[in-house]
């Protein structure tokens, strides 16, 4: 799988919504928005490394929703952006 994808989506994603929450969680409120892609949702032919990392973004998106749901955290309010496009 290609490095550049691994470390430019789930793990800068990760490291960036560490580096805010501690404040959010301090502030009662917050906004996180991650954006992936429609290629995170299904596999995509010829797409494998840029698929697996766009599903890393979209399972760490759902985790922390689930955890900070568990938490009772209502200031939380997510988005994910889910790009696609059509040759259409």
């Keep these: 799988m290609g490095q550049r994808e691994h470390s430019t ?37 010829r797409c494998t490394d840029y698929s697996a990392s766009k599903f890393a973004a979209v ?9 900070l749901q568990v938490k009772k955290l209502p200031f939380y309010r997510p988005s994910s952006l889910i790009p696609s496009c059509s040759l259409f």
């Design 59 to 67: 399972g760490f998106h759902e985790s922390l929703f689930t955890e």
């Design 9 to 45: 989506n789930p793990i800068v994603i990760a490291q960036t919504t560490k580096a805010f929450l501690g404040d959010m969680l301090a502030d009662d409120h917050g906004h996180i928005v991650t954006v992936a892609s429609v290629a995170g949702l299904m596999g995509t032919y």
